[in-house]
């Protein structure tokens, strides 16, 4: 059976590099409980043997859970695909999803999905419900460009995968999701271009990008609006809450319950300071871009119709702090953190929503507004990594 298996020396080093292997679980019910009662106990089986291993929720070809594993060849055939067989066909069976999906209905958003997302391959049919499929890895190169990149992202997918789980895990309980993105998305924009009254304008800008090219652009803004100011208080006081906890003083105690977001607000942090310091070389040798990645159609569109990014445009500092290498690994990471709400299980809409919300809470709560925030920075300075100057209080 060996000497089948490896016709030549070469065929055996081969055999003996890592590389990626894919499985696709087609489930149309909520994943919640398939990822959290399933796919975390098999993560955790493999992984003293690989430990670079992770999930992403996909909709091609159907609702569906994608779990890829770094692995040898014969660590894949021998323990690691049988792993996944077992655990996987088990939970299947005994729950099973009962969620019909109409491809008929869903096809001409999937175009659209594929569109917006540059996603390759067949959109139909879909893979019956219930079902489990071993594919090839999908790098994405004609999106990320460079290995290096491709590999980047993967690593911190990896490194993201036990904060997102412990945060399904807080949702399942009755914690809510939402909050719990928004409170990473502080995170991530106070550690990444501090203080918050600064890294705030992206929130703002991605809002408004979605914004001017919905298909009910003053319908949405009117939604948008009206879920902000049914929520205000609350909102600035979150956003304060945050930020007491980045500064650690929410920190908990033996005499109180811990803090879990304030500790999921923590991690955030933690993990986009790492992979700063592993972006920010790649991107200085030009092994990531963000150009590549961003879907031009809807940009150009943005710059047509949004008063806020016509007025961006227009700032003397904008162009010099969008090709700074610390912006770019800003925005780097934000990209980053949306591909992990998206694992929590938030939808694009309620991402863009989130992006309104907390620019609104920001500008009231501190009395800022996002135009002048840009239009302040002095374009000498916007590629002297303008996060470290100034008054950092808020």
Request: proline letters at 5%; hydrophobic letters at 40%; aromatic letters at 8%.
């Amino acid at each position: 059976m060996i000497m089948r298996r490896y016709a030549s020396t070469d065929a055996l080093d081969e055999s003996a590099e890592e590389s990626w292997h894919s499985a696709h679980v087609h489930y149309h019910a909520n994943q919640d409980d398939l990822l959290l009662d399933a796919v975390r106990p098999l993560l955790a089986e493999v992984r003293e043997s690989v430990p670079r291993a992770y999930f992403v929720r996909h909709w091609r070809l159907g609702p569906h859970v994608r779990l890829h594993f770094r692995c040898t060849s014969d660590r894949w055939y021998d323990t690691v695909r049988p792993a996944v067989e077992r655990t996987i066909v088990d939970y299947l069976r005994a729950n099973p999803s009962m969620t019909p999906v109409d491809e008929g209905a869903e096809i001409a958003k999937h175009r659209e999905l594929a569109r917006l997302e540059r996603e390759e391959g067949e959109l139909t049919p879909f893979a019956p419900d219930n079902s489990l499929r071993f594919r090839p890895y999908e790098q994405r190169l004609h999106v990320l460009s460079t290995v290096e990149a491709a590999e980047l992202l993967a690593e911190f997918h990896t490194d993201a995968t036990d904060l997102v789980l412990a945060i399904l895990e807080y949702a399942r309980a009755g914690g809510d999701r939402r909050g719990a993105c928004l409170a990473a998305m502080v995170a991530v924009a106070h550690t990444m271009c501090p203080p918050l009254t600064r890294g705030f304008v992206s929130f703002r800008s991605h809002a408004e990008g979605f914004l001017a090219n919905c298909a009910d652009p003053e319908g949405t803004r009117a939604l948008f609006d009206r879920q902000y100011r049914r929520n205000a208080a609350a909102l600035r006081h979150q956003v304060r809450g945050t930020l007491a906890a980045l500064a650690g003083a929410a920190k908990p105690r033996a005499d109180r319950a811990p803090d879990e977001l304030g500790e999921f607000t923590r991690r955030w942090a933690t993990l986009a300071s790492t992979y700063r310091e592993r972006a920010l070389p790649l991107i200085a040798a030009g092994h990531i871009g963000l150009d590549g990645a961003e879907e031009p159609q809807a940009e150009s569109a943005a710059m047509r119709t949004s008063d806020f990014h016509r007025r961006l445009r227009a700032s003397d500092s904008w162009e010099a702090l969008r090709d700074a290498e610390w912006f770019r690994c800003y925005r780097l990471l934000l990209n980053y953190l949306y591909l992990q709400m998206n694992r929590i299980g938030i939808s694009p809409l309620e991402r863009f929503l989130l992006c309104h919300l907390l620019a609104e809470a920001v500008e009231e709560e501190f009395h800022v507004r996002a135009l002048d925030v840009v239009e302040a920075i002095p374009s000498e300075n916007a590629d002297d990594r303008y996060h470290d100057q100034g008054d950092h209080r808020v």
